[in-house]
Nanobody, 121 residues
């Protein structure tokens, strides 16, 4: 079972920045997709950003130009995904979930427990 541990959420004023971190228990570094989704109260979970093996990234239109996803595989013990969030807006308030998938293993996706991000106006 793949485990994901998120950190870095919190309360910030509009215009501020936060960095989310997600560490996984994966022991492979190739063909791994990592990303972030978020879910606001009363809304469905939505994609924020994903990063594929090789560095290809995808962002939702609502965060393009403000958020940046990256992956650090330098530590042999774990894969880590970072989400740098700048110019935060109240609409960014949500629980943010880390996600990972290994296409060679099939369609199964693995999720973190979520971390709360609250942006005050």
């Amino acid at each position: 079972q793949v485990q994901l541990v998120e950190s870095g959420g919190g309360l910030v004023q509009a215009g501020g920045s936060l960095t989310l971190s997600c560490a996984t228990s994966l022991r492979i570094f190739n063909d791994v997709i990592m990303g972030w989704y978020r879910q606001a109260p009363g809304k469905e979970r939505e994609l924020v950003a994903i990063i594929k093996d090789g560095g290809d990234t995808t962002y939702s239109d609502s965060v393009k130009g403000r958020f940046a996803i990256s992956r650090d595989s330098s530590d042999n013990a774990k894969n880590t995904a970072l989400l740098q969030m700048n110019n935060l807006k109240p609409d960014d308030t949500a629980i943010y979930y880390c996600y990972t998938r290994v296409p060679a293993w099939g369609t199964a996706a693995y999720w973190g427990q979520g971390t709360q991000v609250t942006v005050s106006s």
